[in-house]
């Protein structure tokens, strides 16, 4: 099994309101270090699990929306919690759908909110 | 399937006594940067894989009893080879009994000794 | 000249309202990795440049009050353009001021708001 | 399921002829960072996954015949398109090769060509 | 006195002509993983010590020119030992030379070869 | 200016046996993450700050006699406080002796004892 893991960034601000999440109620912000990870048993005929040019392109286009956001505004996120965790598998369902047809192997998206936590979305073999 | 991924770090001293581990048989001792990752297939109602204040508590509340100590002294090493491996099986052994009835899921602890050396241990999913 | 330096971390939001930060203009947010550094010409008696204890609870109370804040919405930051480095420096003079009378040295403050980006403030020696 | 890694890299040039790379067809060359990964379901009687020292020179002596090497006029890459991925997965077969009859588990092998970019082989388990 | 540091990162093939370099005489690759730290006593109207949009530009320009090349093939650098060294310093004075008349302040340059090994250039403040 | 940096460690226990260290007064240990920092004002005629193959290789013959070392037992600690800004300074005088008449520039020595903490020695220039 090989994969192939590209890194970028995105820095949104968000609120978590339910008590749950104690001071996380209120409007903070984080900047997610956000590494996509795609998966497959064989390379293709240039050797490579993927063409990574496109796969940074479309990690770029996809946390585009969410740059320089607050993420509680967005309309897809109305009504939501945005953990990381839910944030990592929002990233994931993005690039799934844009590989559509493309890229049809496991991909892992892991974000980073600082040095000492990350959450991660992979999906089934 | 989603994780999350915490990090701390514990102080020890330990020798490994056992011609097989040459120099590292003498007393010395190691920086455990320590991750405990959690994973699951769903997240709960607050969009989290586990309370991560919760997670934290636990993990230093693991790692204090470890703190600044000669693991050679510690009843519950007498007689061990506390090798990276094996105190990585240790942190998760005490992280699953603490989360007993809390968290059933699988739980991965990887320690790193050095910028070039890492072990882990993760249970069955 | 010896130094010592401990790393911890604040998520905060903010915007930055004017258009020479074009996108940046938004309410976003960040994760600030914070780096504070002591510099000293020699060792105390206990063989340290300051108590790293204190400097480690004193770094905690000096990013509790931004901790999950919206910058833009605390009095101190009224009218100010939050920056990373501009923030830098308010997180040096809190330092600064919190241990005036007992470390009078060279004190830096670096906050890493991305895997590719920082921003520091020292003072003068 | 226990698995230890351990670190060390390889500077070579290469070229990657075929205009699917685009700029990367020219000569040029990488620094891998080569992470390279041990599984085992048990530990053996020394509490380890497997000798650590082994390892290292078994690790060194496979990156020896590429370091400071243009992988181009190397015979076992003639007529190769020779990627991250697929210098993962020689070095995999080589550590491989080098370990039969001694270490029959899952290894895996992950070059880090950037702070940005990583490609990975694991063996199935 | 303030700093601000951005990161990008290069890929070269080269060689270092003299038995000096031993091995190194060969021809093979780097990645220099590139940090540019521009330093200021103070901060302009923005509170900032350079805008950082045209500082991530200009550092990609820089480093074009050299993107996926063999240095030994390049006509600045016929007849010199491209050490980290040496390519820091050229880095640093691209820049320098493209910010002439708009940042007059100190720069320095750090390229990481390895997760073992930096070379920096800094100009004098 | 220019400087060069390359990295190593050494895994080591000791105790801080004064009040002042709280826990740390108990037999504990550490991995040091050790980068050794040389600074020149110019380049040699090899384009280098200095031989960076005699540099790993003096580190390294620093490190050995404290390699897997209980510093409390060796003569040159008897009746030290081994704090990390100590043993900075003791690794600084280590390689400045070894480079007597070799190198007589600036050299800092900083230690990373975790992912959050980090003590230097650095001589004047």
């Given at each position: 099994m090989y994969n192939v893991k590209v890194r970028a960034h995105v820095m949104v601000a968000h609120s978590l309101?339910?008590?749950?999440?104690g001071p996380a109620q209120n409007l903070h912000g984080a900047t997610y270090i956000t590494d996509v990870c795609f998966y497959s048993k064989t390379l293709d005929k240039h050797n490579v699990v993927i063409d990574i040019g496109m796969v940074d392109k479309i990690l770029h286009e996809t946390l585009e929306p969410l740059?320089?956001?607050?993420?509680?505004?967005?309309p897809q996120f109305?009504?939501?919690?945005?953990?990381t965790e839910f944030v990592a598998k929002y990233i994931y369902d993005q690039i799934r759908e844009k590989l559509k047809g493309v890229f049809n192997g496991k991909i892992s998206v892991t974000l980073g909110e600082s040095h000492i936590a990350w959450a991660t979305y992979e999906s089934d073999e």
């Open positions: 309101p339910d008590p749950f999440f740059q320089y956001q607050n993420l509680d505004n967005l109305k009504g939501k919690l945005t953990t």
